[in-house]
């Protein structure tokens, strides 16, 4: 089982940028694609970016494209998101999962999630 880690948040202002990492245990870690999910007080988690297992293929929430980017380090068994112009919307806790697509939608793999980071970003 993997387990998650997820730091690198904060207090930012508007059209700042932040770098948001989450460290995986297990060895299993680059056999998995992985995505980052948000959730405000009193919103659903939503999805915000995917990156598969290899690394060569992305995938963005329309919201954050243009903006974020995500990335991995399968040799140490991280993955990134760079939030760039950075928005008071972004205002969130951020996760890490494993992900699976079914269609055009993203959905967490692991029945468990890390504590998040809060990123806060001020108008």
């Known amino acids: 089982q993997v387990q998650l880690v997820e730091s690198g948040g904060g207090l930012v202002q508007a059209g700042g940028s932040l770098r948001l990492s989450c460290a995986a245990s297990g060895r299993t870690f680059s056999s998995y694609n992985m995505g980052w999910f948000r959730q405000d007080p009193g919103k659903e988690r939503e999805f915000v970016a995917a990156i598969s297992w290899s690394g060569g293929s992305t995938y963005y929430a329309d919201s954050v494209k243009g903006r974020f980017t995500i990335s991995r380090d399968n040799g140490k068994n991280t993955v990134y998101l760079q939030m760039n112009s950075l928005k008071p919307e972004d205002t969130a806790v951020y996760y890490c999962?494993?992900?699976?697509?079914?269609?055009?939608?993203?959905?967490?793999?692991?029945?468990?999630w890390g504590q998040g980071t809060q990123v806060t970003v001020s108008s």
């Open positions: 999962n494993a992900v699976n697509r079914i269609g055009s939608t993203w959905y967490p793999a692991l029945g468990s």
